[in-house]
């Protein structure tokens, strides 16, 4: 148990719709990490967040958006969903922004969404 | 892109020793080796990272060569539940500190 949580653990919906995938970082760590693994793209990293500011973006979709509350949990919406989306949705923590050398992410169990 | 080459696949034998290597020979400086691996579709899970100098930690053991070009995860007793895919990463934990994920070695441990 990586202590770093995420709801729900599966979500079905239909294209067209929008979903809200939510994360509890490990208790300490300021820092929210999104990813997102398909069958044909593997693990790529979306955006992250440090304390309630976004740090970095990576190859996320505009009809994606993201952020990070006070209490440090995360929430990832995404809209207008397509079937290409359908895919396992990681959260990760860490303590810091990703400033510090050898900081390490420790990742949640994932939610997965089917788009139908 | 990813900066690490894998091999694809790998078997072990179970209770024997799990060498995986990772070739990294575009790695800078301020840059770190971390090792992750994914059991099914769990989330990733940390097992180890390093420098310099070989690290060891109650899952594994991380070898990395003096000119830091490549790495060597070791499981040292692998166990069927060691199974996994098994993801080299270089990282500096900078501004750019997410992390990229190539295709990883699926390793398999045979009874």
């Known amino acids: 148990d990586s202590g770093v949580t995420q709801t729900p653990k599966h979500l079905i919906t239909a294209t067209g719709q929008r979903v809200t995938l939510r994360c509890s970082p490990r208790?300490?760590?300021?820092?929210v990490y999104w990813y997102q693994q398909s069958l044909d793209q593997g693990l790529q990293f979306l955006i992250q967040?440090?304390?309630?500011?976004?740090?970095a973006k990576g190859n996320i979709l505009e009809r994606f958006s993201a952020q990070q509350f006070p209490d440090l949990h995360s929430e990832l919406n995404l809209s207008s969903l397509e079937l290409g989306d359908s895919a396992l949705y990681f959260c990760a923590s860490s303590v810091a922004p990703s400033g510090r050398p050898g900081d390490t992410q420790y990742f949640g169990p994932g939610t997965r969404l089917t788009v139908l | 892109d990813a900066k690490t080459t894998q091999p694809t696949s790998m078997d072990c034998a179970e209770g024997r020793a799990a060498n995986l290597p990772c070739n990294h020979s575009?790695?800078?400086?301020?840059?770190?080796v971390y090792w992750y691996r994914q059991i099914h579709s769990q989330g990733p899970q940390y097992i180890i990272h390093g420098l310099k100098n070989n690290e060891t930690n109650e899952m594994a053991s991380l070898i990395i060569t003096e000119d830091r070009k490549s790495s060597t995860l070791i499981l040292p007793h692998a166990t069927l539940r060691d199974t996994a895919v098994y993801y080299c990463?270089?990282?500096?934990?900078?501004?750019?500190?997410?992390?990229?994920f190539g295709k990883g070695t699926k390793l398999s441990v045979k009874p």
């Open positions: 967040y440090y304390n309630g500011e976004e740090r």
């Open positions: 575009t790695i800078s400086g301020n840059e770190y």
């Open positions: 208790s300490g760590d300021l820092s």
């Open positions: 990463i270089v990282s500096q934990g900078g501004s750019q500190g997410n992390l990229i």
